[in-house]
């Protein structure tokens, strides 16, 4: 029988939510990475669901439990926005054969389910509570922490895959006919580029507050550094190169005015998270990161998002995290919000009001001190630009931080021990959000 969606009663979308129920009862413990590529080669043990077998299986070491322990699974069985099987060509049977079966032709190889996982994993034998957070781990994240929180599993694996297959990104499903259908004859009537929407908002942006494109450029550095200091990361593994203003300053544009840097890369990895009920916190050998509060915010929007969209729900993700959660910008220690392309982060840290920043202001406050070391810092896991784009590095790194074992990206202030930290995604304009913290109060 197919996994089914969370509900919505699942997310907490309205204003004025009133404390989370469950908040403090939740939290993550344990991580598990795959090895990462920029695209799968072909073979059955670097497959996105063999990856994701790894993944498991070090999260669940990592949490120092046993795999018989795990009574629930979270994941979004897509695993990924625009590397798509090239239509018309053959299944890969010499691949698919290797596995049991899951709930879709390709599942293993171009997409994941609960039933492939347990299939393929008998060592997960007590695995009763299934359901998919669908689009992103920010969503399996809110998803599993409710489930834990209403008592539907007590220890639950909570996983995300993105494969990358041979080929330009983005050419393949719809972008591949020869007309534009639907919606899309009014959004992009030229084809598309991932960025067109956000690079007409950053434009509306720079107008409004007059400010300019290249004051990205620390963001930028900074970002590309904390990617290198990230060891599970592709560019740690494979391109440890820095990137410095001038490099930033001189790169080509993509879709003016967000230039190369701007855009994330497309890899090939799986991640894996142990979440459990507070009361398990004695079996695990990690110190538990407690979900304060989650938020989801679905606004409706016109043929394209705009700038005022972007404010206005950055506006309410804020005041639903704080209201929820109990605390105010204040309390917050790092942003560490989604960052498929770079200026997403100028809309969330103005929302949540970070470090004290106004509307209009973000861009400001990357000329300052926004590195690890310094008092405000600003994506702390390198995000998606530093690390490759996968929508798992906020929430790896923001529960590392406050385990205390980021390793050389570790913040420095209170004396390398924060408190608060933020992630989630994937737009600013829309996704679902989660306020963490070492109490639980």
Not at 46 to 69: C, F, K, L, P, V
Not at 210 to 234: T, W
Not at 351 to 361: H, P, Q, T, V, Y
Request: hydrophobic residues 35%; contains cysteine; negative net charge.
């Amino acid at each position: 029988m197919p996994t089914e969606n969370a509900p919505a009663d699942f997310y907490r979308t309205q204003e004025n939510p009133g404390l989370w129920e469950h908040r403090g009862k939740v939290a993550a413990f344990g991580i598990g990475h795959s090895p990462t590529a920029r695209r799968w080669d072909g073979q059955a043990e670097t497959s996105i669901g063999n990856w994701m077998r790894i993944a498991i299986r070090n999260a669940i070491e990592d949490a120092g439990i046993s795999a018989d322990q795990v009574d629930g699974l979270v994941l979004d069985p897509s695993t990924t926005t625009g590397a798509w099987w090239p239509e018309g060509d053959p299944l890969p049977e010499d691949v698919l054969s290797q596995f049991e079966p899951g709930e879709n032709p390709m599942d293993g190889v171009a997409s994941l389910s609960a039933d492939w996982i347990v299939n393929n994993m008998p060592e997960l034998s007590n695995v009763t509570f299934r359901m998919n957070g669908p689009v992103c781990m920010s969503n399996s994240i809110c998803v599993a922490s409710e489930a834990i929180g209403r008592g539907l599993t007590n220890v639950c694996l909570v996983v995300k895959a993105w494969h990358n297959f041979p080929g330009r990104y983005y050419q393949g499903g719809a972008n591949a006919k020869g007309t534009v259908e639907g919606p899309s004859v009014w959004s992009n009537p030229w084809g598309v580029s991932a960025a067109t929407p956000d690079g007409w908002t950053f434009r509306e942006y720079m107008a409004k507050y007059n400010q300019s494109h290249d004051k990205m450029a620390q963001f930028i550095v900074n970002s590309k550094r904390n990617g290198l200091l990230f060891p599970e990361g592709f560019f740690a593994q494979h391109r440890p190169d820095e990137v410095t203003v001038e490099d930033y300053l001189n790169a080509r544009w993509i879709v003016e005015p967000m230039n190369l840097f701007d855009h994330d890369m497309p890899i090939h990895v799986a991640v894996a998270y142990v979440f459990a009920n507070t009361d398990r916190a004695a079996d695990m050998q990690q110190k538990p990161v407690y979900v304060l509060n989650h938020a989801s915010t679905y606004p409706k929007f016109g043929v394209t998002q705009t700038l005022e969209n972007a404010e206005a729900s950055t506006d309410a993700t804020g005041r639903k995290l704080y209201h929820g959660s109990g605390l105010s910008a204040d309390d917050l220690d790092f942003e560490n919000m989604y960052d498929g392309f770079t200026t997403f982060h100028n809309y969330f840290i103005e929302g949540l009001g970070f470090a004290g920043i106004k509307r209009g202001e973000a861009l400001d406050l990357y000329q300052e001190d926004i590195s690890i070391e310094g008092p405000h810092p600003v994506s702390p896991s390198g995000g998606n630009v530093g690390s490759g784009r996968t929508r798992i590095w906020m929430h790896t790194d923001t529960i590392m931080q406050l385990q205390g074992r980021a390793g050389d990206r570790q913040i420095s202030l209170k004396n390398g021990q924060p408190e608060v930290g933020v992630s989630g995604g994937p737009m600013p304009q829309v996704g679902d959000f989660t306020i963490w913290g070492v109490t639980p109060d």
